[in-house]
C-alpha cells in the first residue's frame, strides 16, 4: 500500500485499483506530475495530461469515452481553464460528461463564480489539502 506524504499528511491508496482516466490539464509541469503521483498512490492509473486548455480539448475530444474526471487549472496560456470548460460544454451538449475540477489559486474571482453557475462541478483552492483531494476525487468517480 502507497502513501503520500507532505508534513504531517498522509494519504494511503485502496488495495484495489480503480479502472477510470483522469485529464489533468495545467501548465505547471511539475503540478501535474504531484497530481498523478497522489492520484497513483489512491489507487489510479490511467492519466492524461495537457499543458493549455487547447491541448486539453485535443486529448478529451480524442479519449472522451474514457475520461472520467478533468481536473483543470484556470490561468493557462494559449486557452485558459473558462475557455477550456465552455468548449467541453458545447462538445457534451446532449451527452454525458466528465466531472471537471478546477484547482485554482484564484477560487473566489468573479470568473470562477461565472462557471460554476454554467455547470462546473466543483472548485477546490490550489494549493489544496491531500485529504481534500481525495475526498473529492473518490466522490466525483463514484458519482459519474
Same mark, same amino acid.
Given at each position: 500500500?502507497?502513501e503520500w506524504?507532505?508534513?504531517?499528511?498522509?494519504?494511503?491508496?485502496p488495495a484495489e485499483?480503480?479502472?477510470?482516466t483522469?485529464?489533468i490539464?495545467?501548465?505547471?509541469?511539475?503540478?501535474?506530475?504531484t497530481f498523478i503521483?497522489?492520484?497513483?498512490?489512491?489507487?489510479?492509473?490511467?492519466?492524461?495530461e495537457?499543458r493549455?486548455?487547447?491541448?486539453?480539448?485535443?486529448?478529451?475530444? $480524442?479519449?472522451?469515452? $474514457?475520461?472520467?474526471?478533468?481536473?483543470?487549472?484556470?490561468?493557462?496560456?494559449?486557452?485558459?481553464?473558462a475557455a477550456?470548460f465552455r468548449e467541453?460544454?458545447?462538445?457534451?451538449?446532449?451527452?454525458?460528461?466528465a466531472?471537471?475540477l478546477?484547482?485554482?489559486g484564484?477560487?473566489?474571482? $468573479?470568473?470562477?463564480?461565472?462557471?460554476?453557475? $454554467?455547470?462546473l462541478?466543483?472548485?477546490?483552492p490550489?494549493?489544496?489539502?491531500?485529504?481534500?483531494i481525495?475526498?473529492?476525487?473518490r466522490e466525483?468517480?463514484?458519482s459519474r
Open positions: 500500500m502507497g506524504k507532505k508534513g504531517s499528511t498522509v494519504v494511503s491508496a485499483q480503480c479502472q477510470c483522469i485529464l490539464i495545467d501548465d505547471n509541469d511539475d503540478l501535474r506530475g503521483d497522489l492520484l497513483t498512490l489512491m489507487g489510479f492509473r490511467s492519466f492524461l495537457a493549455n486548455g487547447i491541448e486539453g480539448v485535443k486529448v478529451y475530444v $480524442e479519449h472522451i469515452d $474514457e475520461i472520467k474526471l478533468i481536473i483543470l487549472d484556470l490561468e493557462m496560456p494559449e486557452m485558459d481553464g477550456f467541453f460544454l458545447r462538445i457534451n451538449q446532449g451527452r454525458q460528461r466531472k471537471v478546477l484547482a485554482t484564484n477560487f473566489q474571482c $468573479e470568473v470562477v463564480k461565472q462557471l460554476l453557475k $454554467e455547470g462541478d466543483m472548485v477546490i490550489k494549493p489544496s489539502p491531500l485529504e481534500v481525495q475526498k473529492d476525487v466525483f468517480i463514484g
